[in-house]
C-alpha cells in the first residue's frame, strides 16, 4: 500500500504577555522528558522561532528534522507584539505540527496515535490538536477537486457556519470536523460544545477505540486504521457528531 501523508497539529493561545521564548523553553522541557519517535532525549533541540525585529514578519518559523528519515517538526510562533489583546482566533495561535507517512516502516501509526501523540499535546500545552489523514478534513469541509480541477462545495453545514458571525470554524469557539484523533481542553469543550471534558468521556466511552484525560481535557481516538478509507471518515463524522451533538 502506498503510504499517505500525516499531519499531527497541535495549537496554543498565544499571549501578549508570554513570550515566545518562555513558551519555547517549557515545550523544549517537556520533550525532553521522553524519547523516539518525537521526544528530544538525547537530541539537541532546535531554538526558538525567532522573528526579526523591523522586519515586518507576523510569526517566526523553526523546522527540526529528526533521526528518523521523512520525520520533521515544525513550530510557528506569532509574534506577540502584533497580538491583539481582543483577538480570540486561531489565526493568532502559535502551533506545531509533525509529518509523515503511514508508509514509514520506523514509524508505528497505532501507536503514534494512542501512545505518542498525546504526549506531544501535553510537553506543547496545546488547548486543540488532531491528526490530519491525507487531508480528508479539507474535503469534508468545504471543498473537493471536481473533474474540472474546480473547487466545489461539499458541506452545507459548513457554508452555513461560514456565514454566522463570531465563529471560529474548528478554531477557539468551534469543532466542526473530527478528525482520526483529536484533543480538546476544557475551555474548547465548554465554548464548543456547551459542557466539559467529562461529559464527552461519557458521551464517547464504549463508541470511540480510545477516550482519555488529557491535561485538563479530553484525548480520542475515533480510528487508527492506516488504510483509513475517506467513506469510513465520514462515517465517523455522522455517527460521533450526533453522539457529541454537533449540528
Known amino acids: 500500500m502506498k503510504g499517505v501523508e500525516i499531519r499531527l497539529q497541535v495549537q496554543y493561545r498565544a499571549r501578549v504577555d508570554e513570550s515566545i521564548e518562555a ?14 519517535p518525537f521526544g528530544w532525549q538525547d537530541l539537541e533541540p532546535p531554538p526558538a522561532p525567532y522573528i526579526k525585529p523591523a522586519s515586518g514578519d507576523m510569526i517566526g518559523v523553526e523546522w527540526f528534522r529528526y533521526p528518523i528519515k521523512g520525520l520533521k517538526l515544525q513550530i510557528t510562533a506569532q509574534h506577540r507584539h502584533e497580538l491583539s489583546i481582543g483577538t480570540d482566533k486561531d489565526t ?5 505540527s509533525i509529518e509523515f507517512k503511514t ?7 497505532r501507536a503514534i496515535l ?8 501535553e510537553a506543547y500545552r496545546g488547548y486543540r490538536a488532531w491528526a490530519v489523514f491525507d487531508y480528508y478534513g479539507g474535503r469534508y469541509t468545504d471543498w473537493n477537486w471536481g473533474p474540472w480541477l474546480g473547487r466545489e462545495a461539499t458541506n452545507p453545514s459548513y457554508q452555513r457556519l461560514c456565514k454566522e458571525p463570531g465563529v471560529d470554524i474548528d478554531g477557539r469557539n468551534n469543532i466542526f470536523t473530527l478528525e482520526p484523533a483529536v484533543f480538546w481542553d476544557n475551555e474548547l469543550c465548554r465554548r464548543a460544545l456547551g459542557y466539559g471534558p467529562e461529559e464527552v468521556m461519557r458521551r464517547l466511552q464504549g463508541h470511540a477505540l480510545s477516550v482519555q484525560p488529557l ?33
Open 92 to 96: 493568532s495561535d502559535d502551533r506545531l
Open 215 to 247: 491535561l485538563d481535557g479530553v484525548y480520542v481516538v475515533f480510528d487508527d486504521d492506516p488504510a483509513l478509507t475517506y467513506e469510513r471518515f465520514l462515517e465517523i463524522n455522522k455517527q460521533f457528531k450526533e453522539l457529541l451533538g454537533i449540528a
Open 103 to 109: 508508509s514509514n516502516k520506523a514509524l508505528d501509526y
Open 114 to 121: 494512542r501512545e505518542h501523540f498525546p504526549k506531544l499535546i
Open 23 to 36: 513558551c519555547h523553553a517549557r515545550f523544549t522541557a517537556g520533550m525532553q522528558q521522553f524519547g523516539p
